[in-house]
T-cell receptor, first 112, second 115 residues
């Protein structure tokens, strides 16, 4: 079946450091890929998405590129802030499906 | 403001009691979803509905029931048959239920604790 694998956290960084969160997936066909962010005690917010190979999603300084050859969708941000502390989820959705398949989430803690 | 509301934010129930979690959206979305989140884990799909009066089981439907009598509402009942109901429950909606590129928007969640 479909699956998403994320690097385990927590990831602890200093403010202004570079952030990378690895995400790889297993799925048949051509899924859409998503990054969601969850702040403490809240629901998930869509951070960015990409719907086909080589697409780059970007938002709030975060970027991720859909790499079909490596089945990856790594999240990056060049300079993190304390307010970026959250749990980040990578997810995929099949072309004709309803279900989002999530990775286990990666907790990021940014220290001042 | 358009969005998804879930109530209550925190819910406590005794073991063996059924409990219903509310989810309302004013986004005019056709599709709605219920997910369960356990500590340190990703989300798992419980039920989804593509259209009013229709719904399908997700990956972990046992011990749960839903209804979709109105487009804007998709309540989830956690029954006494659910063996481990303590979790964070998230409701989501999307414009349609049939396009893989549709974005799912999430509500703020309800944390259910069974004592």
């Amino acid at each position: 079946g479909d699956s998403v694998t994320q690097m385990e956290g927590p990831v602890t960084l200093s403010e202004e450091a570079f952030l990378t969160i690895n995400c790889t997936y297993t799925a048949t066909g051509y899924p859409s890929l998503f990054w969601y962010v969850q702040y403490p005690g809240e629901g998930l917010q869509l951070l960015l998405k990409a719907t086909k190979a080589d697409d780059k999603g970007s938002n709030k300084g975060f970027e991720a590129t859909y790499r079909k050859e490596t089945t990856s969708f790594h999240l990056e941000k060049g300079s993190v802030q304390v307010s970026d502390s959250a749990v980040y989820f990578c997810a995929l959705r099949k072309a004709a499906g309803n279900k989002l398949t999530f990775g286990g989430g990666t907790r990021v803690l940014v220290k001042p | 403001d358009g969005g998804i509301t879930q109530s209550p934010k925190y819910l406590f129930r005794k073991e063996g009691q059924n409990v219903t979690l509310s989810c309302e959206q004013n986004l005019n979305h056709d599709a709605m979803y219920w997910y369960r989140q356990d500590p340190g884990q990703g989300l798992r799909l419980i039920y989804y509905s593509q259209i009013v009066n229709d719904f399908q089981k997700g990956d972990i439907a046992e011990g749960y029931s839903v209804s979709r009598e109105k487009k804007e509402s998709f309540p989830l009942t956690v029954t006494s048959a659910q063996k481990n109901p303590t979790a964070f429950y998230l409701c989501a909606s999307s414009q349609t239920g049939t396009s893989g590129t549709d974005t799912q928007y999430f509500g703020p969640g309800t944390r259910l604790t069974v004592l």
